[in-house]
């Protein structure tokens, strides 16, 4: 008897090839350049990426990314939410007051793998993170700020980024 997937074992597989590719691309770069360039690579790669995600988020969500008028800190909730929701990652974003809101990673597919490869200790998860959103957010609206206040490399539940609006 003939049997597909159903769609949710298709979006798990999905889901494992995207972190998979990753990892072995990474090795493979790592490899042949040593490990500070497979980083330095893999850094402007998911930039990049992060940027294309996102500019089709907000056009299938109907957020303006117009740099004159930055949307609001709960639309740019809603877009770190889906962008990362993409890979499997489990977020929320919660506005503090008006010029900040709080973003939290409860549960992280890329983590998971790199404690999976054992190359938790090796890869620096925090900088990865950073670097990636700072981009993501700078696109987003320059006024930005974001700083990660917990950590689960670092033993806490789950990751957390204050991200605020600085007024001039």
Known sequence: MKRQLDPEELTSLRLRALTAIDGLWFMAVEKKYGFDEALRMDLEVWSSYGLIQLKRVSKALGISLN?????????????????????????????????SMMFTVRKCPWWENLQRSRRDEIIPCE??????FACWLKNVDPSLTFEITRSIPKGAESCEWIVERVLE
């Open 67 to 99: 740099s004159d008028s930055p949307p609001e800190l709960e639309d740019i909730g809603v877009l770190l939410e889906n962008i990362c929701m993409i890979d499997g990652t489990e977020c929320e974003s919660r506005i503090i007051n008006s010029n």
């Open 127 to 132: 900088i990865i993170d950073n670097s990636i």
